[in-house]
């Protein structure tokens, strides 16, 4: 296949049908998708995204939140905040929708072998580094210590509460969660995800850090790994912005001299820093 006929293949969606839909929080579900025959392409790298399409009614991009070792299925989970995503989680098991990607880049998994994995996300920034936690409980021995650090807006906005509670329970691993309003019943942390930096048991000199969450959030938390000794060069970011083709030629997710869609959506911090710093873009 030439280049363009293989960019012209990468614009049409593969059909794909919705296995299951679980709800995790008051306005996210999880969905698994299948698309029949084709395990080949369910392969992906922690930290890519689908381009998913609702017929009818427009597409979007939403990272894939499974795990990589299952090829028979890929997972999404979605946060209903317009007419596509509230079209996504209206699904029902047997429904179809169109598949096209993976794409983009992945978090570092190569970089972070045999060393202190730190991953830090906030609400829906979970999904995308779910796969990346995945990674490294399938393949322990590959890494160092594990450490999340996962900060939601309130107990019921935490997702994946399941699992957290049993990644807590994995060796060689520290889970800490906290919500900015506890509310009664919670007797977890309370207050911003940089709070728990205090009791994070961080090596930072073998640390690689992955982040994911509202750009406030990733603003200070690269600012509180610097100050913990984490190197700009060993932190890595996942950027969100609006996007259509998804292969760099609407430029409608144009950030700075970078395209998220085939330039990221996960960056080096030290390719995107003067960027992040910059409010306004
Ligand atoms: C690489 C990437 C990965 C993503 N992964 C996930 C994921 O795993 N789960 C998930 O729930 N969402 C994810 N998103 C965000 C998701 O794509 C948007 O929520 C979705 O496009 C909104 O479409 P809509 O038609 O439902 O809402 P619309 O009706 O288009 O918009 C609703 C509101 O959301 C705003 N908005 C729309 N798109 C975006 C966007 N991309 N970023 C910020 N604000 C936006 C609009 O300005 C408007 O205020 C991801 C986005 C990107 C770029």
Redesign the pocket.
Known sequence: MTAAAAQLDAMVPCPGVVRQVVKDTPD?FTLTVSRENEREQNAFQPGQ?SMLWMFG??E??????GDPANREQLT?????????????VSHKPGMSIGIRGP??TGWPIEAARGRDVVIVAGG?GL??LRPAIYEVLNNRDRYGRLVLLYGARSPRELLYRKELAAWARQPNTQVLVTVDYGGLGWHGNVGVVTTLFKSARLQPANSIAMICGPEIMMRFVTRQLGECGVTTESTYL??????QC?LGFCGH?QYGPHF??KD??VFPYAKIRPLLEKHEL
């Open positions: 996210t995204f009614v427009g979007v991009p939403i990272s894939i939140s999404y989970t979605v946060r209903s905040v317009g007419k596509t995503t509230e079209a996504l794409f983009g829906i999904a995308p996942s950027m969100e912005r609006n996007m998804a997710c998220i869609c990221g959506p």
